[in-house]
């Protein structure tokens, strides 16, 4: 089934020790990024920078070699970007 919206999932687990997963619908192929920010604002990770399909994807993110603390993942497409946070507890 394709989603009928651009969606970013909370990720599960939030919060995570030491990773957690990202679930998130495009509605139309195309190139995507999803990465994730400090809250200083510096990229601490690409998940992925590519073409997808259309549909619901799900990346992992394992946190075991950035501090505890709270990070901003964002998802990318070609008219449009979301936010969502998450906390690493080690």
């Known amino acids: 089934e394709i989603p009928q919206e651009f969606k970013l999932d909370q990720n599960y687990p939030n919060p995570f ?4 997963n ?3 619908s495009v509605p139309s192929s ?3 990024s999803l990465k994730v920010f400090n809250l200083l604002g510096q990229e601490i990770a690409e998940l992925f920078d590519k073409e997808l399909l259309a549909g619901t994807h ?3 993110f394992e946190g ?3 501090p505890s ?4 993942y964002t998802l990318t497409g ?3 970007q979301l936010s969502k946070a998450m906390m690493l507890i080690k």
């Open 17 to 20: 020790n030491p990773s957690t």
């Open 22 to 24: 990202i679930t998130f």
């Open 30 to 32: 195309g190139r995507y």
């Open 58 to 60: 799900t990346v992992g």
């Open 64 to 66: 075991s070699g950035v």
């Open 69 to 72: 603390g709270t990070y901003i």
């Open 78 to 80: 070609e008219h449009a």
